[in-house]
């Protein structure tokens, strides 16, 4: 059975029909007459969050001591000087055998020196000179000394036993000399300085001699030295002494050292893990941290970044562009900033097992930027949605060990997409990269996370209003049933809920095989009638109690929320019932539904128009489509009159669409001769008639179908008469017919069942106006001649020759019999 809602832009002479394509007259005429309609409603607000927060108020994990958090503070010590050293700081035992060293290689790296033997520990106990606190304080980045350029190293070959060897270290910014090993540190070699130098390397262009003759890799330590000497050293001390300094201006210097800084080492090819000297530029850039500024942190972390920092450093980096970018007034330095590429790199290449937290960070940071829609539309210039579907695939790949931080990272990336969604590009991107499909994995996965599941319910409800995202979506294998499994695992979580409805709203709002395939999944009209009776309120009616023999979906029972929350969940529900009963396999079903008619009929007795107007719009909706289907085992058979009572307080409502809504169903009900006399008897005919004035062409519509079923008791016609329906119903033909030829067939229908077959009850006044509306009506070239768009033609001539000319043309012979007999 056709689904299209009839409306009034359809038949309106002014408005060009939407599809393009062409149908046939007898295609158009039936969609144009089918009483059944689908049910729009808006879809749920979503308030956006006042702080920018990790995990919102409303999360289940905002209590839970094991998240992470959403606020902490980084300063220059929490970073690793060596960027690969390992973070225990535990020493190393002493080797039992004397290995060979090469000459000392102060030049490669001014913190390295000959190991030495052992001081005694009574000596370092007692902090004799030389003596240094780094043996208790591996990493400490506040004990390194700044970087120099240039260096002179003055080597000794051969060191006697307890002969310290000289090296000149480098000055601080307060030309204060920097400390020297002592014999304690020279049994052990520091492990993995990020520097890239080797027990076998020597720097400043000294081989170790392997005797192969090969000068590669003294030429390129050459020519790397004389790049670190001409350029990076000179920036690194500029950038110690602005640091050191308070001259105004200071900020903007060190921004933009900053980024010569990076353009010189990506000039010379000396970022990633490439620069031997690699710990030495990291160092000097933690340090700026302290100077806490926002822009200049961002550009620290986006060098850091390109030199890639791993571990710790790597997480305290994430952490700290997500500082920076809790604060909204900080948006602008993104903007004008590349760091959102760095960081969007991160969300590629990490890996889950390793750097999950890291990574947790970037997305929160993602999901703070996507709120402003500047970025907004940055981010998706950047192909974050590529990304975030790369990510998405890795993060439901993650072993039961990273399950929890995959999680926590999935309620950000989620969250994210719920705020890409919001822009009008996004949607093909979405469409591209199986995005949909993608969550609808997530949902699986991670079916028992109300944060997860919450956000991609959000991302759905947005999208699936466009025709192209709910067809995606529709494709996606068992969503259906996915979709009320959730309801069922999470019907006590009302904003989850309502927006799995809308979703479903809208799925089958167009869809006749969406219809099918809802009601055919297990459990379906279990879970919708159960989730109906959970959130149907009946507090404050003492008169009226829970019905019996609906099993709760769990324990403990839902936990009350307010009646307008409530409210919001049955208005999308009955959406769904609405739009499902318009399948003729499913509509009979659910008319023979005693369940489904009781929880109907009582929500329209438990609420007034005034305060639930939309609710009981889409119930009177539900009712009009169930009642369409008059088989003996219909329950609705059974209980019109009792829909027939309910409905009286839609009709004497302010509301138009209530009454609107009300008419209609009275169109269908008065089939009954039993309804017919109730309307009769309650003078319901009255404010049928006075509805005929409507402006609207569907009001008169409606009004019309229920007077021509009145008119078809004899006693019925005289009151109708009485009551002034004739001439209405001429002023409706003239004033409507030639741009809604059904609206006009239906007023000629009307008009014939008054007069029985006769013309007797109509005045004088009323044959003549008749006579001549119907007379140019009747011929094709004059009700045709005002529609020049060739689409509109095909539709009104078809609903000209069905709808409207048998009937009048029935009308014109008795009118013209009796001009002859006169």
């Known amino acids: 059975m056709a689904s299209m809602e009839r409306k009034h832009e359809i038949c309106s002479p002014f408005i060009q029909r939407r599809n393009p394509l062409r149908k046939t007259s007898a295609e158009i005429v039936n969609e144009a007459r089918q009483s059944l309609r689908v049910q729009s409603t808006r879809r749920p607000f979503t308030p956006r969050d006042g702080h920018r927060q990790l995990f919102g108020k409303s999360s289940v994990r905002a209590d839970r001591d094991n998240r992470p958090p959403s606020t902490f503070s980084l300063h220059a010590q929490n970073f690793d000087a060596p960027d690969s050293r390992p973070g225990s700081g535990t020493r190393l035992s002493p080797l039992d055998h004397k290995p060979t060293f090469p000459v000392v290689c102060d030049a490669e790296d001014p913190f390295k020196a ?188 986006k060098l850091c970044l390109a030199l890639c920092v791993s571990g710790n450093n790597l997480l305290n980096i994430c952490k700290l562009i997500f500082q920076i970018s ?300 169930l009642s369409f289907y008059q088989e003996e085992s219909s329950v609705l058979r059974h209980s019109q009159l009792t829909m027939a009572n309910l409905m009286l307080k839609l009709v004497l409502s302010s509301s138009m669409d209530a009454v609107l809504e009300a008419t209609r169903v009275y169109g269908n009900l008065t089939q009954s001769k039993d309804v017919r006399d109730f309307i009769m008897q309650n003078k319901v005919h009255q404010f049928v008639v006075t509805l005929l004035d409507s402006k609207s062409t569907e009001m008169c519509f409606s009004a019309c179908g229920v007077l021509t079923n009145l008119a078809l008791d004899p006693p019925n016609r005289v009151s109708l008469s009485a009551e002034g329906a004739a001439a209405k119903l001429v002023d409706c033909l003239r004033d409507f017919g030639p741009g809604d030829w059904q609206l006009a067939g239906q007023v000629c229908q009307a008009l014939w069942n008054m007069t029985g077959g006769s013309e007797k009850l109509l005045e004088s006044q009323e044959r003549q106006s008749l006579l001549e509306i119907l007379t140019p009506y009747l011929e094709e070239e004059e009700a045709l001649k005002w529609i020049e768009n060739e689409d509109m033609r095909d539709f009104h001539k078809a609903c000209w020759e069905i709808e409207f000319l048998p009937v009048a043309q029935k009308l014109m012979k008795i009118l013209q019999a009796e001009v002859r007999t006169a």
Request: aromatic residues 4%; charged residues 20%.
């Open 114 to 301: 000959f190991p030495k033997p052992p001081a005694d520990p009574l000596e370092v106990k007692r902090g004799l000179p030389g003596a240094r606190a780094r043996l208790f304080r591996a990493g400490s980045l506040t004990m390194l000394p700044p970087v120099e350029g240039h260096i002179d190293v003055k080597e000794r070959s051969n060191p006697g036993p307890g002969q310290k060897q000289s090296s000149k270290g480098l000055p601080s910014t307060d030309h204060k000399p920097g400390p020297h090993r002592t014999a304690s540190e020279s049994r052990i070699t520091q492990p993995g300085v990020d520097s890239g130098v080797r027990p076998t390397e020597c720097g400043a262009g000294r081989r170790t001699g392997l005797g192969n003759g090969d000068n590669t890799t003294n030429t390129e330590g050459d020519a790397e030295l004389v790049v670190w000497n001409n350029m990076i050293a000179p920036v690194l001390q500029q950038l110690e002494s602005v640091a050191a300094g308070s001259s105004e201006g200071s900020l903007d210097r060190l921004c933009d050292l900053c980024d010569g800084l990076h353009g010189a080492l990506a000039g010379a090819d000396m970022l990633g893990r490439r620069c031997k000297r690699r710990s030495g530029v990291l160092r000097t850039l933690f340090r700026l941290i302290d100077l806490n500024s926002a822009r200049l942190n961002l550009h620290i972390a």
């Open 326 to 625: 809790r604060s909204e007034s900080n948006d602008i330095l993104f903007q004008n900033n590349s760091i959102i590429d760095s960081f969007l790199g991160v969300l590629s290449n990490e890996d889950v097992s390793s750097s999950g937290e890291a990574l947790l960070y970037c997305v929160g940071t993602l999901k703070f930027l996507s709120g402003n829609s500047a970025i907004l539309r940055l981010l998706l210039d950047k192909n974050c949605v590529g990304v975030a579907q790369k990510l998405i695939q890795r993060l439901c790949k993650a072993e039961d060990t990273n399950f929890t931080i995959a999680g926590h990272i999935l309620v950000q990336l989620t969250a994210t997409l719920r705020n890409l969604a919001d822009h009008p590009d996004s949607r093909p991107l979405f469409i591209s990269f199986s995005i949909l499909s993608e969550l609808c994995l997530v949902l699986r996965y991670h079916y028992k996370d109300p944060d997860i599941c919450t956000n991609i319910s959000r991302i759905y409800s947005k999208l699936s209003s466009y025709s192209e995202c709910r067809l995606a979506l529709a494709q996606t294998p068992n969503c259906y049933q996915l979709f009320l499994e959730l309801l069922s695992k999470h019907h006590q979580k009302q904003d989850l809920v309502v927006r799995l409805l809308f979703t479903l709203g809208n799925l089958t709002a167009k869809s006749d095989e969406a219809r099918l395939q809802l009601f055919q999944c297990e459990g379906c009209m279990d879970t919708l009638l159960q989730l109906y009776d959970t959130y149907q309120c009946r507090d404050g009616l003492s008169h009226l109690h829970p019905r019996k023999g609906l099993a709760s979906l769990s324990e403990p029972q839902a936990p009350s929320v307010s009646v307008q929350e409530d409210e919001d969940v049955l208005v999308k529900l009955v959406r769904v019932l609405a739009n499902m009963c318009i399948h003729q396999a499913v509509g009979p079903a659910l008319a023979t539904n005693t369940t489904c008619i009781q929880l109907l009929l009582e929500t329209l007795e438990l609420r007034s128009v005034q305060e639930s107007e939309e609710l009981l719009v889409n119930v009177a909706a539900t009712i009009n489509n």
